[in-house]
RNA sequence: UCCUCGGUAGCUCAACGGUAGAGCAUUCGGCUGUUAACCGAAGGGUUGUAGGUUCGAAUCCUACCCGAGGAGCCA
């Protein structure tokens, strides 16, 4: 009978069965007549103890001089175990080297500190640890939890175009890519506008999908490829866009609270963070967030939008979000429905993180009415003939709609706690990186 | 794009204008319960690039390149 294979996560199920673990050695620590390889397979980290006197003699010797990163399959018993991390250990049996590492170009990451620059230009490799691990799997719990979110909402994925014609929104820098014969496309920095068609179509849609902005922006807040996700309703309100947002956020917290515990735990995530991340969130108009942040000594004066500081400052005593809603129209997109009480602001909403990680969602209720929308193409001095086809769905059955994005990145790293966006994407592309 | 800081061994960092050094990694030796194991030894350098000042430059000056932090812009 063969030796079943299992990975190091599935361990606890077969404790005094002999098994296969195939994967990498993450680390080693040998004394004369004993080794304990760390094994590591991407599921968890797995402490092997090799004993000289149970082993053949050249088994042994190979162990001993096992390298960093080589790939084996090591096959033996598990044990529970205090002394180990995570609680078990295998005794080594038998364990078949498949590729080592040639000691004389050493696997670059070893277990002490590593600056920025270096972690950054080995980005393939820094994949491999640990917390890099843990930060890869919240961020699929994430994407899960958003996609059973709107799956379970009656919500109809359709995915919009990255090469478009022209610019969504026609403020933000785009990047140009050469079509054929002469014509120039760009990568989309939001699918909202066919979203909106889409949302006629089929009442509630959404896309998710990686979205492109050519801002020369150097922070920790951002990446030149982002994933967003957009959802978009037909027959909603700005009062259905923000009930839909504090539920997706309640929802996603939850799954990642629920299913990535253990990865929390690997990042030192303080918990208690994200446990009173619960609805409903507080609110506010533009207005008074002008006025609060004013008192607490910002510069911001009504009309202008939140810089960093002024996102921290809003949130600096709240251990939940915060929903702003009814901005000037001066610096908001072109498309948001004004307030029905007042025309200088519009029916946009933002939703501000705590602990400093920022706006991580934005939208809003959209015009639905074709001479106005006209009207606000003409005052942002966009081309109408461009958006003729986004002008039909305000000519045939238009209604009231609306919707919004939130950046998977943003909020990777609010659940995370990283303090840079840039480890939330296994490849970031940044203002001064596009390798590897 | 602007401001600030930085670039020395594979990595993380030291070194007053006067012989470039440590820890880790690598190699060799020792150690039967280690937790970034430990102990001993060895090898490892055109100090980001190009100029300049000086008897003498990693160190001072100029330009450029690369990176980081922040600002603005934005999700």
Redesign the pocket.
């Known amino acids: 009978m063969s030796i079943p294979r299992i990975t190091i996560a599935q361990a606890q199920h077969h404790v005094g069965e002999l098994v296969s673990i195939p994967g990498w050695l993450y680390?080693?620590?040998?004394?004369?007549?004993?080794a304990?390889p760390?094994l590591r397979d991407g599921s968890g980290l797995m402490?092997c103890?090799a004993?000289?006197?149970q082993l053949p003699e050249a088994l042994f010797e190979d162990i001993k001089?096992l390298?960093?990163e080589s790939s084996i399959i090591v096959t033996g018993r598990i044990r529970a175990?205090e002394?180990?991390?995570g609680g078990f250990?295998m005794?080594v049996e038998q364990l078949e080297i498949v590729q080592r590492v040639p000691?004389?170009e050493?696997y670059?990451i070893?277990?002490?500190?590593?600056?920025?620059?270096?972690l950054?230009d080995h980005r393939h490799l820094w994949l491999r640890s640990r917390r890099q691990t843990a930060i890869a799997k919240i961020r699929h719990e994430v994407i899960k939890g958003i996609r059973d979110f709107f799956d379970g909402n009656g919500f109809t994925l359709v995915d919009t175009p990255i090469f478009t014609p022209a610019a969504c929104?026609g403020?933000?820098?785009l990047f140009e890519v050469d079509y054929f014969e002469d014509e120039k496309v760009y990568l989309t920095q939001s699918g909202q506008l066919y979203n909106e068609a889409n949302a006629m179509a089929l009442g509630k849609v959404y896309c998710f999908g990686p979205t492109f902005?050519a801002?020369?922006?150097?922070?920790?807040?951002?990446?030149?490829e982002?994933w967003?996700v957009e959802p978009e309703m037909a027959y909603a309100d700005l009062e259905d866009v923000k009930k839909l947002a504090e539920g997706l956020i309640c929802f996603v917290v939850d799954r990642v609270l629920n299913n990535r515990n253990a990865e929390l735990k690997v990042l030192e995530r303080d918990i208690s963070k994200l446990e009173s991340i619960k609805a409903p969130f507080n609110r506010m108009t533009y207005d008074d967030s002008v006025k609060i942040l004013q008192e607490r000594g910002s510069e911001i004066q009504w009309g202008?939008?939140?810089?960093?500081?002024d996102?921290t400052l809003l949130t600096q005593d709240m251990d939940k979000p915060v929903l702003v809603d009814r901005f000037p129209a001066s610096?908001k997109?072109f498309y948001f429905q004004p307030a029905p009480e007042r025309e200088d602001v519009v029916l946009g909403v933002?939703v501000i993180a705590p602990e400093g990680y920022?706006?991580?969602?934005?939208g809003g209720q959209r015009i639905h009415d074709l001479e106005l929308l006209k009207k606000r193409l003409h005052d942002h001095q966009l081309p109408e003939e461009a958006f003729n086809w986004y002008l039909d769905l305000r000519r045939y059955g238009s209604v009231p709609h609306g919707g919004f994005?939130m950046?998977v990145?943003?909020f990777t790293a609010w659940m995370c706690g990283t303090?840079?966006?840039r480890e939330t994407i296994a490849y970031p592309r940044?203002?001064?990186?596009t390798r590897p």
């Open positions: 680390n080693l620590r040998k004394s004369g007549k004993i304990f760390i402490q103890v004993v000289k006197a001089g390298t960093q175990e002394r180990a991390q250990e005794d000691e004389t050493p670059p070893t277990p002490k500190d590593h600056g920025i620059e270096f950054m929104e403020t933000s820098t902005r801002e020369k922006s150097k922070t920790r807040r951002h990446l030149t982002f967003m202008g939008d939140f810089g960093n500081a996102e610096f997109a933002d920022g706006e991580i969602i934005g994005g950046g990145e943003r303090e840079h966006i940044m203002l001064y990186r």
